[in-house]
């Protein structure tokens, strides 16, 4: 079941995300402990369906096991279509995030509201063509908005620049309405594109290959926090 006690913990602060996709699968326990221990605040599971995007990667199988190997909290990216069919299989198996895409939803508040009854956090995701004003309603009902800065489907692929106005409307609608959502941003993020990108609005990052294809995770992390700092700070 999702871990409730890092749910309420350090709301405010930014956050860094692994993708294990771009993770030793061979390796997956050693790796998703590797990250815990370099500073991660969160584990980021990206599941696929080869349907809403063109891969398949993972199901609930895997992410019970990622409970029983972190306490971190698992943020779990679905992007499948028809997500309503799995809610309860990946929170039973622990995801303490369930982010759905507005794309697959046909009846997104009532799949927002489905998530939290059933005890995790509720994220809406954006991809890059998708103006804010297709799930803006729904971000009163919403935990966390994930603005997508790559078409899902793979990792490794490059930054969209064209999506940080997104961000920063979407920054100053939170302020405007007083919302209480994490900001998340999920694709091509690295140590030298993450200032930016905190300085667009976020403050939760996902980096997969950012991460995992670099020899220290610590100090990728270290950096990818200094970077932020900075960033928000070039903004204040
Ligand atoms: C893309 C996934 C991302 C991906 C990020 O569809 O949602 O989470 O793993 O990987 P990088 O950071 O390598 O772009
Ligand atoms: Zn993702």
């Known amino acids: 079941m999702p871990n409730k006690k890092y749910q309420m913990k350090n709301e405010k602060f930014i956050k860094i995300s692994p993708s294990i996709l771009s993770a030793d699968f061979s390796r997956l326990g050693e790796e998703v402990k590797a990250v815990e221990t370099a500073g991660a605040d969160y584990i980021h599971v990206d599941v696929m369906d080869g349907r809403f995007v063109p891969n398949i990667t993972i199901g609930p199988m895997i992410v019970e096991s990622l409970r029983r190997m972190t306490a971190l909290p698992l943020d779990v990216h679905l992007m499948i279509q028809n997500p309503d069919n799995f809610l309860s299989a990946f929170i039973d198996a622990g ?104 300085k667009a609005g976020a403050d939760v990052f996902v980096s997969g290959s950012g991460i995992f294809k670099t020899t220290d995770y610590r100090n990728t992390i270290t950096t990818m926090r200094e970077e932020v700092k900075k960033g928000k700070g070039r903004k204040a």
Request: hydrophobic content about 45%; some cysteine; overall charge negative.
């Open 95 to 198: 995801a303490d995030i369930l982010t759905v895409h507005v794309e697959a939803c046909v009846h997104l508040h009532r799949t927002l509201s489905e998530i939290k009854k059933r005890g995790a956090r509720a994220g809406v995701s954006l991809n890059p063509a998708t103006p804010l004003c297709l799930a803006e309603s729904a971000f009163e009902y919403a935990d966390l908005v994930l603005v997508m800065t790559v078409n899902p489907g793979f990792g490794g692929q490059g930054f969209i620049p064209g999506v940080l106005p997104k961000l920063e409307q979407l920054r100053s609608l939170i302020y405007q309405k007083g919302w209480n959502l994490e900001v998340e941003v999920d694709g091509g993020i690295k140590v030298d594109n993450i200032g930016e990108v905190a």
